[in-house]
């Protein structure tokens, strides 16, 4: 039997999207290999989310008390549950948080993991895991060999599906043990309303913004649509806003829907970040800038003009 | 104090990659130490100046790594390791960790330090899995990081926001932008670095791990969906027609 484990994960007592994107891809990988989706989710009151992830496929879910979020300590909790639950896949998320704790439990539990992983399929009774590499100018084909495969899936890159499985809620205890990083004190006040490596929508700002007073200009584009504001490393290292919004190669790599370029040239360091994105945007005065070869949809004109009229067009339809 | 970074080669960013069945073709590659290990020699280089010790960089790779190790030699290294694998198959991160991790051990260091990702598979792996292997605390997405005695304090990126952690020695950190700014290596820091011995470990020496990855075979990326310019008299023209196009077209607003 072959079964699929999938590790959810919260932000603010809500689930995550990326949590039902790897339920549904764990639930086409288990339908294709004839096994069951159990789910993890680890933290407190997480029993609540059983029929969410139920009505994309998980058969049982599997709920480990704890407290916030310390990756060493999580680790230990989520290779107890898979050393007792033996899967022969595990899809975790490859965010912020499961980049810290993912490591940890490939060796935990002694698997071969690919990470930032964006197509699943199944060859032969194994899954295929395939993952851009060399900054999106290749894209790679793996299998991990070992009797536990582990992936971590990139945030965007996997559908939701509806499909109803059984959900019952199963209460897991095992023992942490003692964590050797202790949290001190945590400011969570610098970022994103919406995250920005797992947003379906990015307004994104460059040097062409011209400085710091003129982001509310996006923000406000990025409010209207519930997207996330990125901003180049020009913009950046020019201290007009924080490095945790970069988007790029030495900032976050991001696959949205849709990514609205406003006034960034598109450096190829940028495009290694971006060029992911199912649909681009690209709002540029130069109308030679490299951002325009990977653009979907190319204005060559003013945003100060533009962004504005784009925010007002959007809130008439929206509503 | 014993500092171990990890120095991964990685093509240059502007680089051409031509995909072969399962490999690249390395033909024209310009290799660079991918950025983020910069970060880590950098941070290394700061420890030692600041609480002795030594600082060794060690790299995986066929002999073409020597040439980041030289590179690393030139910041100002003290020792330089290659973990000699010709043909090793790309981004088995857990096989690249345990054999980092048996090195480490042999060595009884004391911080252990790469980037947060490599730029080829941005998997953000090896750093954490080598900890783990160790059985040492890590921490990861560093900004800031301060050392006492054997006590260690550290500020790390999280969702949101950013967190200050404490742990003790031995470590493992991975390097986020914001740590620290990379020097360049000076002329006479080349000069010297050509001279230096590079040691060389065979994975027989490291335990001999075996790989957990198989590669079926690369491709290049999907195909872009065709873009084109719109055309408008003016801004409220150009908005009219993005948002038809995003919404009727694209459908993903």
């Known amino acids: 039997m072959s079964n699929v484990l999938i590790v959810g994960e919260l932000k603010d007592g809500e689930l995550k999207k990326i949590s039902r994107e790897i339920t549904s891809a764990g639930r086409k990988i288990a339908d294709a290999l004839g096994g069951k989706v159990t789910a993890v989710l680890v933290g407190s009151g997480v029993d609540k989310f059983a029929g969410d992830l139920a009505a994309v496929g998980a058969d049982s879910i599997v709920t480990v008390n704890a407290g916030d979020f310390n990756a060493e300590t999580w680790a230990s909790l989520i290779a107890a549950v898979i050393k007792e639950k033996n899967p022969s896949v595990v899809l975790l998320p490859h965010t912020s948080q499961g980049k810290d704790y993912s490591p940890r439990v490939a060796v935990k539990v002694g698997a071969g993991i690919i990470a930032d992983v964006v197509g699943l399929s199944v060859d032969g009774g194994k899954v295929v895991a395939k993952k851009p590499i060399y900054s999106g100018k290749a894209y790679g084909n793996f299998k991990v060999t070992s009797p536990i495969a582990m992936f971590t899936v990139r945030p965007n890159s996997q559908e939701v599906v509806q499909k109803a499985g059984a959900g019952a809620v199963e209460t897991a205890s095992p023992a942490a043990g003692d964590a050797k990083v202790k949290i001190v004190s945590s400011d969570l006040s610098g970022g994103n309303k919406v995250q920005l490596t797992e947003a379906s929508i990015i307004v994104s700002g460059g040097r062409g913004i011209k400085g710091p007073e003129n982001w509310p200009i996006l923000q406000g584009l990025a409010d209207v649509l519930g997207a996330a504001l990125g901003a180049s490393r020009a913009a950046v290292d020019a201290g007009w806003i924080a490095h945790s919004h970069q988007v790029g190669q030495t900032g976050k790599t991001v696959s949205p829907n849709c990514y609205i370029a406003c006034g960034i040239s598109g450096a190829i360091q940028h495009l290694a970040g971006m060029g992911s994105s199912k649909y681009i945007v690209a709002i540029n005065k130069d109308g030679d800038a490299p951002i325009f070869k990977v653009a979907t949809y190319g204005v060559v004109g003013d945003l100060f003009e533009v962004v504005p009229a784009l925010t007002d067009e959007f809130k008439k339809v929206l509503g | ?253």
């Open chain 2, 1 to 253: 104090m014993k500092i171990i970074v990890l120095v991964k080669q990685v093509p240059d960013t502007e680089t051409n990659i031509k995909v072969g069945d399962k490999s690249i073709n390395e033909a024209g590659i310009k290799w660079i130490i991918s950025p983020y290990d910069e970060f880590a020699i950098e941070e290394g280089l700061r420890l030692r100046e600041k609480h002795g010790g030594e600082v060794i960089a060690i790299s995986l790779g066929p002999d073409r790594v020597q040439e980041s190790l030289r590179q690393a030699y030139a910041m100002g290294a003290d020792r330089a390791v290659q973990i000699k694998v010709d043909n090793y198959v790309p981004f088995d991160t857990v096989l690249a960790a345990e054999l980092i991790a048996n090195f480490a051990k042999s060595e009884n260091a004391d911080i252990i330090i790469g980037g947060r990702q490599s730029i080829d598979s941005d998997s953000s792996q090896v750093v954490v899995q080598v900890a783990e292997a160790l059985g040492i605390p890590h921490v990861a997405f560093a900004v800031s990081l301060e050392i006492s005695g054997t006590n260690v304090k550290s500020t790390k990126e999280v969702e949101g926001g950013t967190q200050v952690v404490e742990t003790s020695l031995p470590v493992a950190i991975t390097a986020q932008k914001g740590l620290n700014e990379p020097r360049y290596p000076n002329l006479k820091g080349l000069m010297a670095a050509k001279k230096k011995p590079i040691e060389s470990k065979s994975p027989a020496d490291l335990g001999n791990p075996a790989s957990k990855i198989e590669i079926v075979g690369l491709e290049p990326p999907p195909p872009r969906i065709p873009g084109r310019k719109l055309e408008a008299a003016d801004a409220k023209g150009y908005a009219e027609q993005l948002v038809k196009a995003l919404r009727e077209e694209a459908k993903v607003i």
